[in-house]
């Protein structure tokens, strides 16, 4: 069975732009959640999604915005990005709530 | 809510040596616990878990044990290889939907 894909694997922007972030879950899974990590802030939740409901947030600024679709696919979107956006984006998978987490490669976002 | 204490890093070995990374965690009720190994580049593997207390989680000769009298879920392998350098993490859940709360991490370096 495939693993949960993540693309791009990497991405510069600029400044102010804006940027989408894509992830496919493994076959069968409903639950896709988001993480940040930093060296900074280390690793920080961002938001889950089920059944292409967002069911859990984390305390991030209204910028940061995320979708699941009905195959259960999931994309992120960072709006006006900020330096402090550089970061690298994982995306996690799970069959039901409170079982094991299988995360993708990441995104490894840089922001210029 | 939910909480993690995990020991500091860097931990530094000679291959075959004991290796233990305390793990602490404060919860509600007795949820599952994990930990996740992250190598160079890479995203999060999950390498082991636990379901209920008591249980012993293992996998590629690592062990951790859910203790719910001290909420602990230390990570123990026998005798660590050049291999296992890298950056461990506990996770229970943060409460909520699929969200795990992180550590700092533990960076794991296994000299020959």
């Known amino acids: 069975k495939a693993g949960v894909t993540q693309t791009p694997r990497y991405l510069i922007k600029t400044r102010g732009q804006q940027v989408t972030l894509s992830c496919s879950p493994i076959s069968g899974h409903r639950s896709v959640s988001w993480y940040q990590q930093t060296p900074g802030q280390g690793l920080q939740f961002l938001f889950e999604y089920f059944s292409e409901t967002q069911r859990n947030k984390g305390n991030f600024p209204g910028r940061f915005s995320g979708r699941q679709f009905s195959n259960s696919r999931s994309e992120m979107n960072v709006s006006t990005l900020e330096l402090g956006d550089s970061a690298l984006y994982l995306c996690?998978?799970?069959?039901?709530?409170?079982?094991?987490?299988?995360f993708g490669p990441g995104t490894r976002l840089t922001v210029t | 809510g939910n909480s993690v204490t995990q020991m500091e890093g860097p931990v530094t070995l000679s291959e075959e040596a004991f290796l233990t990374i305390n793990c602490t965690y404060t919860a509600t009720g007795y949820p599952s616990l994990f930990w996740y190994v992250q190598y160079p580049g890479e995203g999060l593997q999950l390498l082991l878990k636990?379901?209920?207390?008591?249980d012993k989680g293992s996998n590629k000769g690592f062990e951790a044990t859910y203790r719910k009298e001290t909420t602990s879920f230390h990570l123990e392998k026998g005798s660590v290889q050049v291999s296992d350098s890298a950056v461990y993490f506990c996770a229970p859940p943060a409460g909520g939907y699929n969200k795990l709360i992180f550590g700092a991490g533990t960076r794991l370096a296994v000299h020959p």
């Open positions: 996690a998978s799970s069959l039901v709530t409170g079982t094991e987490q299988y």
């Open positions: 636990a379901t209920k207390a008591d």
